[in-house]
């Protein structure tokens, strides 16, 4: 059934998401490849991405807007077992595509 509505169906997008983010979505997941945005238009013109400095970040001089778990991990209350290996839920992540690369 998730199949079929995803190859035949519209999708059902959330009415509460920003009206760019919804239209982000439709264009692409549009069942026409021909039409799908990335296909037939670049996908960074698009009116979502008009806060993203994309020479700044294909530079890698660009910041993340927040850094994921920051707050946490310098709680004072909280305390790793030193004969315990810390886990890093970001270790590897990177914000800039590797196909970026130059």
């Known amino acids: 059934m998730a199949y079929r509505a995803s190859t035949k169906g519209e999708p059902e997008i959330p009415s ?7 239209d982000l979505i439709k264009k692409l997941l549009c069942l026409n490849p021909q039409k799908r945005l990335g296909v037939s238009g670049n996908i960074r013109e698009h009116p979502f991405f008009t806060t993203i400095g994309w020479e700044d970040l294909e530079e890698r001089r ?8 920051r707050p946490a991990l310098e709680n004072h209350l909280m305390h790793w077992p030193e004969e315990k290996k810390a886990l890093n839920p970001m270790a590897g992540f990177n914000y800039v595509s590797p196909s970026w690369d130059r």
């Open 16 to 22: 509460w998401l920003d009206a760019d983010v919804q």
């Open 62 to 69: 660009a910041q993340p807007p927040f850094i994921p778990f």
